[in-house]
């Protein structure tokens, strides 16, 4: 059976940096979780950092993949760098992602570690611009396809094609 990644956020575990949780109701993901097949997983609590903590925003909206080319940091709202935690928890995401052979997973989007087709733009003034968030950008450099939570339909038929 096919394992999939999932923002824990999203299965209601109170993990956000304010403390909250964005619990999914989507059918298909609850159907996934009686099978087995979800992987709850928060990145950031996993690199090491505190609920609550400050929110935070990749620096000039740059993108996952510029934090973890060490082009950008990702920065709190309170001045602190928190580049180090966030590669931590994306690296602990994909040892995840591997322990259980995930091959795709969806993760919440907007976050700047699970964003996938959206972030901040850095500015923490609520701006979003097109990029991915640092876990994101890990996850599909190794191949594993992320899906947002809007984009559950689009999981599903992935899933098929690898399970046909
Ligand atoms: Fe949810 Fe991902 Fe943020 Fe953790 S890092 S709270 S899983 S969006």
Known sequence: MERILVSACLMGRRVRYDGGAKTSSDERLAA??????????????????????????????????????????????????????????????????????????????????????????????GRRAPGQGVTTALLEGDGIRVFTEDHVDAAAAYLRTLET
Do not use: H, N, Q
């Open 32 to 125: 996934w979780l009686r099978e087995g097949r979800l992987v709850p997983f928060c990145p950031e609590v996993a690199g090491g950092l505190a609920i609550p903590r400050p929110a935070a925003e990749i620096e000039g909206g740059a993108g996952g993949a510029a934090v973890l080319a060490g082009a950008a940091r990702v920065m709190a709202a309170d001045g602190s760098d928190v580049t180090a935690e966030f590669l931590a928890g994306a690296r602990a995401a994909l040892a995840a992602a591997r322990a259980c052979g995930a091959r795709l997973a969806v993760l919440k989007e907007g976050s700047p570690s699970c964003g996938a087709l959206a972030i901040y733009d850095g500015t923490f003034t």
